[in-house]
């Protein structure tokens, strides 16, 4: 999500009053939730906020038995966080790009240190009308109903102290970090509000600095994620198509090399998280499955495709001229993009490689050992960057200007509907947004539900109704032990672990109070599987291997756990998926899908190449999580106390 994206819902209404009254449950089986391939008749996907692999597990070290690849097992730091043997293959390089825009522009030297990491838009003080953090227990609360009472206290803690886009002098030797990967604690709390790095389309291309003349054959796909300062100091979040400012720097974004920072588990950091990963199953070349930020990502996890631009009559058309992006450095500066930004600059017509960008993407995947198809009709222009969709929460129209028109195409609502499958999206804050359509600053996040782009559900009241709903139906729902066969959970701004406008603790708290009450009613724990991940890494560097999809990705790799009786005992994956995973999941347990003949579960499982088990043989592929599983192995009690180790 985009920081405009919580800025504006920084005036979050404090009210205490409750929108109606308490739902005492409202799930409704459907006729074939039980009809499935496994023992899982219900999944919950919880979905944080922007925060890549490396950035959360870079110090984890599995049971006994297992193996990762993170920042430490590759050597690139060690256990206390400090540049390790191989940290030179984490350094991060100054480009030029002075004239067309490049996915692997040319290099010019090794950073001697980072540009210095900034604050952003964390704010430096807790303030009731500024929030976060919040002043006070009973601001925070009237605001946050969905954490525990014990929690809460936590959204009054971790302002920076700093004024916002400033030096984050919080971390020790700020201004003179080596040129990679730096840990944030203890400088930088856990408990603490920090920056957002850059996390838009074409500049994550440009950050992982792909090229086929990178290539080897445990990299096939030749990308270094080795411009991630750089792009962040020279492009930032977002140019919008004004000129550079005169006195421009590498503090000028207000960001620095914020996209370097990591937490340290080895040191206390992310303890729920890291719990759950040493008792069930995570995987570590789990991916967001498109380059940029929470709407395309958000999208393909819905659609297993990207949406396009439509005119009037639904067909395909083209938006207006500030609205397609244009990555291009202005002239007489060094990738300072030409038209980018929040309002502006979030479409491109990718089948067509002379638009701007496009061509620098076409022509790495083309030049690939195995071609990659971009796959891009023609005449489309698609959506590569966050526009609220064309519905609000109430089904009428929005008709504002940076918004992505309604779309036709089905997702995998649909589908499960369609074949007599219950799902629902549970949104923390959908009530207030249904009750105020209007208003930006319920806490909701419209870009991140797909359904809510979408004709064929937002248009039919009695389905929007059922297949949308607040965080209270489901927490009422999970109560009396009755959830649909599908749950897709989103916290709301404050909780959902976004850098900047949340902590990544809060994100914990608010899905331990999922798990510890699925764990109250053994019936259905036993028949449960709980995925739990990020929308995408928020920019956040990571050294992981990337697989090229299509023209829109993949992108950096991303947390996953699932947790379930049959995922006990601590086991890391290694096969390659991305949110389109759990698309196949669900269709393979469900015996349904695709969704259609384009979208992106149709790919094969990977066949892991002889001796890399992250490097799929016949890319490109995407697993279906099954391997996640044990299911030869019976349930055993709960989650805490039972169970095969």
Same mark, same amino acid.
């Given at each position: 999500?985009?920081?405009? #994206?919580?800025?504006?819902?920084?005036?979050?209404?404090?009210?205490?009053?409750?929108?109606?009254?308490?739902?005492?449950?409202?799930?409704?089986?459907?006729?074939?939730?039980?009809?499935?391939?496994?023992?899982?008749?219900?999944?919950?996907?919880?979905?944080?906020?922007?925060?890549?692999?490396?950035?959360?597990?870079?110090?984890?070290?599995?049971?006994?038995?297992? /193996?990762?690849?993170?920042?430490?097992?590759?050597?690139?730091? &060690? !256990?206390?966080? !400090?540049?390790?043997?191989?940290?030179?293959?984490?350094?991060?390089?100054?480009?030029?790009? /002075?004239?067309?825009?490049?996915?692997?522009?040319?290099?010019?030297?090794?950073?001697? *240190?980072?540009?210095?990491?900034? *604050?952003?838009?964390?704010?430096?003080?807790?303030?009731?009308?500024?929030?976060?953090?919040?002043?006070?227990?009973?601001?925070?609360?009237?605001?946050? @109903?969905?954490?525990?009472?014990?929690?809460?206290?936590?959204?009054?803690?971790?302002?920076?102290?700093?004024?916002?886009?400033?030096?984050?002098? @919080?971390? #020790?030797?700020?201004?003179?970090?080596?040129?990679?990967?730096?840990?944030?604690?203890?400088?930088?709390?856990?408990?603490?509000?920090?920056?957002?790095?850059?996390?838009?389309?074409?500049?994550?291309?440009?950050?992982?600095?792909?090229?086929?003349?990178?290539?080897?054959?445990?990299?096939?796909?030749?990308?270094?994620?080795?411009?991630?300062?750089?792009?962040?100091?020279?492009?930032?979040?977002?140019?919008?198509?004004?000129?550079?400012?005169?006195?421009?720097?590498?503090? /000028?974004?207000?960001?620095?090399?914020?996209?370097?920072?990591?937490?340290?588990?080895?040191?206390?950091?992310?303890?729920?998280?890291?719990?759950?990963?040493?008792?069930?199953?995570?995987?570590?070349?789990?991916?967001?499955?498109?380059?940029?930020?929470?709407?395309?990502?958000?999208?393909?996890?819905?659609?297993?495709?990207?949406?396009?631009?439509?005119?009037?009559?639904?067909?395909?058309?083209?938006?207006?001229?500030?609205?397609?992006?244009?990555?291009?450095?202005?002239?007489?500066?060094?990738?300072?993009?030409?038209?980018?930004?929040?309002?502006?600059?979030?479409?491109?017509?990718?089948?067509?490689? !002379?638009?701007?960008?496009?061509?620098?993407?076409?022509?790495?995947?083309?030049?690939?050992?195995?071609?990659?198809?971009?796959?891009?009709?023609?005449? @489309?222009?698609?959506?590569?960057?966050?526009?609220?969709?064309?519905?609000?929460?109430?089904?009428?129209?929005?008709?504002?200007?940076?918004?992505?028109?309604?779309?036709?195409?089905?997702?995998?609502?649909?589908?499960?509907?369609?074949?007599?499958?219950?799902?629902?999206?549970?949104?923390?804050?959908?009530?207030?947004?249904?009750?105020?359509?209007?208003?930006?600053?319920?806490?909701?996040?419209?870009?991140?539900?797909?359904?809510?782009?979408?004709?064929?559900?937002?248009?039919?009241?009695?389905?929007?109704?059922?297949?949308?709903?607040?965080?209270?139906?489901?927490?009422?729902?999970?109560?009396?032990?009755?959830?649909?066969?599908?749950?897709?959970?989103?916290?709301?701004?404050?909780?959902?672990?976004?850098?900047?406008?949340?902590?990544?603790?809060?994100?914990?708290?608010?899905?331990?109070?999922?798990?510890?009450?699925?764990?109250?009613?053994?019936?259905?724990?036993?028949?449960?599987?709980?995925?739990? *991940?990020?929308?995408?890494?928020?920019?956040?560097?990571?050294?992981?291997?990337?697989?090229?999809? &299509?023209?829109?990705?993949?992108?950096?790799?991303?947390?996953?756990?699932?947790?379930?009786?049959?995922?006990?005992?601590?086991?890391?994956?290694?096969?390659?998926?991305?949110?389109?995973?759990?698309?196949?999941?669900?269709?393979?347990?469900?015996?349904?899908?695709?969704?259609?003949?384009?979208?992106?579960?149709?790919?094969?499982?990977?066949?892991?190449?002889?001796?890399?088990?992250?490097?799929?043989?016949?890319?490109?592929?995407?697993?279906?999580?099954?391997?996640?599983?044990?299911?030869?192995?019976?349930?055993?009690?709960?989650?805490?106390?039972?169970?095969?180790?």
């Amino acid at each position: 999500m985009t920081d405009n #994206a919580w800025r504006r819902r920084l005036l979050l209404c404090l009210e205490v009053a409750v929108i109606g009254m308490p739902l005492a449950g409202s799930a409704t089986a459907a006729p074939h939730d039980n009809d499935t391939a496994t023992p899982i008749k219900h999944v919950i996907v919880i979905y944080g906020e922007n925060r890549s692999f490396d950035h959360l597990f870079a110090t984890y070290v599995p049971p006994q038995g297992q /193996t990762i690849r993170n920042l430490l097992s590759e050597g690139i730091i &060690d !256990k206390a966080g !400090k540049p390790g043997p191989n940290f030179a293959t984490a350094m991060q390089y100054r480009a030029t790009d /002075t004239d067309t825009y490049s996915i692997a522009p040319t290099k010019a030297g090794v950073y001697v *240190t980072l540009p210095p990491p900034m *604050t952003g838009s964390a704010h430096g003080s807790a303030s009731d009308k500024n929030p976060p953090p919040f002043a006070t227990p009973a601001a925070a609360a009237a605001a946050d @109903r969905s954490l525990p009472s014990q929690d809460v206290v936590a959204l009054t803690t971790g302002a920076t102290g700093l004024p916002r886009n400033s030096i984050d002098t @919080r971390i #020790a030797g700020v201004n003179g970090l080596p040129p990679g990967p730096f840990q944030l604690t203890p400088g930088v709390p856990y408990d603490a509000y920090a920056a957002s790095p850059v996390h838009r389309f074409y500049q994550n291309w440009q950050q992982s600095d792909c090229s086929v003349e990178h290539a080897s054959a445990d990299n096939p796909s030749g990308c270094l994620h080795d411009l991630f300062a750089w792009v962040e100091v020279s492009a930032g979040a977002g140019s919008n198509g004004g000129p550079q400012p005169a006195k421009f720097n590498d503090q /000028t974004t207000g960001e620095g090399a914020s996209a370097l920072g990591f937490y340290n588990v080895q040191q206390g950091d992310m303890p729920y998280f890291t719990q759950l990963a040493e008792q069930y199953a995570m995987a570590d070349n789990y991916h967001q499955p498109s380059m940029g930020g929470t709407g395309l990502d958000s999208i393909v996890a819905g659609f297993g495709d990207a949406l396009w631009y439509t005119g009037p009559d639904g067909q395909p058309a083209q938006p207006a001229a500030n609205q397609i992006e244009n990555p291009d450095p202005q002239h007489g500066t060094n990738n300072w993009y030409t038209q980018d930004g929040y309002h502006g600059g979030s479409y491109s017509e990718c089948a067509d490689p !002379k638009q701007p960008g496009v061509g620098a993407v076409v022509q790495y995947l083309q030049a690939l050992p195995r071609k990659i198809d971009p796959h891009c009709e023609p005449n @489309r222009y698609y959506l590569l960057n966050n526009y609220p969709p064309g519905y609000y929460g109430d089904g009428t129209l929005n008709r504002g200007e940076f918004v992505i028109p309604p779309v036709t195409t089905h997702s995998i609502g649909d589908l499960l509907h369609d074949t007599g499958v219950s799902v629902t999206w549970f949104a923390e804050g959908w009530d207030r947004y249904k009750a105020n359509p209007h208003d930006r600053n319920t806490g909701y996040c419209d870009i991140c539900n797909p359904f809510n782009y979408e004709t064929s559900i937002m248009t039919k009241p009695a389905l929007r109704d059922s297949m949308i709903q607040d965080i209270r139906n489901f927490d009422a729902d999970l109560k009396r032990g009755a959830l649909p066969a599908v749950s897709l959970v989103k916290p709301g701004w404050l909780d959902d672990g976004h850098p900047g406008s949340s902590k990544f603790g809060l994100f914990e708290a608010f899905t331990r109070r999922i798990i510890t009450e699925l764990q109250r009613h053994p019936k259905l724990w036993e028949s449960t599987a709980v995925f739990i *991940t990020t929308d995408e890494a928020g920019g956040y560097y990571d050294s992981g291997y990337i697989q090229p999809l &299509d023209f829109f990705g993949d992108g950096p790799r991303i947390p996953m756990i699932v947790v379930s009786p049959y995922s006990r005992g601590g086991r890391v994956v290694h096969s390659y998926m991305d949110h389109v995973a759990i698309l196949k999941f669900i269709e393979a347990n469900w015996r349904v899908g695709p969704i259609s003949t384009r979208s992106r579960d149709n790919l094969p499982n990977p066949v892991p190449t002889a001796g890399d088990p992250y490097v799929p043989a016949n890319s490109p592929a995407i697993g279906d999580m099954m391997d996640m599983f044990d299911f030869a192995s019976a349930p055993e009690g709960n989650g805490e106390t039972g169970g095969k180790k």
